[in-house]
């Protein structure tokens, strides 16, 4: 079964409506990446979170780890076509510094 | 899913070597690829992008002449770290986009550690 899981793979929101993304891990987390891919191109590093309860905030988004640092969340405020493409959480186990994906998440914003 | 390979896994070399890591797409084609480095504790930083039948597209602060790219084939792609030093250790990633119809999907290959010493 898979280590990381993210959750919805798809997504499809009015424009200024507000969304979740959400990664959950089966075993402890030492860090949790969030990357976002816009079509075509490479990934852009959003925010890295490696505290237990740690909050970070850029521009419109905010990304959570939970007290266990297993489970992190992704949340978009007033959502906006350029907002739209493709999230992907990334999972530090700490044992040899890769990262293990979650399949993403297909995020589609309708003007 | 779709699958996406990298050899090797792990390498070590001596400084002065030069280092080809392979990316291949197993059951689909790629017109794009992806490399990635990230150093210990750190993200993920896009190296450059590898089209299949032209010249790889390098970001900023990266020496083409020091990684080499080849795509020669809708499955494969290689980066070849030419006179590696120390500083070169690094994690490797790729991915490969596939394309069906409208929807684009990438995935990532497991990654190339490479130890330079």
Not at chain 1, 44 to 58: A, N, P, T, V
Not at chain 1, 88 to 103: E, H, R, V
Not at chain 2, 76 to 105: K, N, Q
Request: hydrophobic letters at 30%.
């Amino acid at each position: 079964s898979q280590e990381l899981e993210q959750s919805p793979q798809s997504l499809i929101v009015q424009e200024g409506k507000n969304l979740t993304i959400n990664c959950t891990s089966s075993k402890t987390l030492y860090g949790l990446y969030w990357y976002k891919q816009k079509y075509g191109e490479g990934l852009i590093f959003l925010m890295m979170l490696q505290k237990g309860g740690e909050e970070k905030s850029h521009e419109k988004i905010t990304a959570k780890l939970d007290e266990k640092k297993q489970q992190s969340s992704l949340h978009i405020t007033a959502s906006q076509p350029s907002h739209a493409g493709i999230y992907l959480c990334g999972a530090d186990y700490g044992s040899q510094g890769n990262l293990i994906f979650g399949k993403g998440t297909k995020l589609s914003v309708k003007p | 899913g779709a699958v996406v390979s990298q050899h090797p896994s792990r390498v070590i070399c001596k400084s002065g070597t030069s280092v080809k890591i392979e990316c291949r797409s197993l059951d689909f084609q790629a017109t794009t690829m992806f490399w990635y480095r990230q150093f210990p504790k750190q993200s993920l930083m896009l190296m450059a992008t590898s089209n299949e039948g032209s010249k790889a597209t390098y970001e900023q602060g990266v020496e083409k002449d020091k990684f080499l790219i080849n795509h020669a084939s809708l499955t494969l792609s290689t980066l070849t770290v030419t006179s590696a030093h120390p500083e070169d250790s690094s994690f490797y990633i790729c991915s490969a986009r596939l394309l069906a119809g409208y929807l684009e999907t990438q995935y990532f290959g497991p990654g190339t550690r490479l130890l330079v010493l």
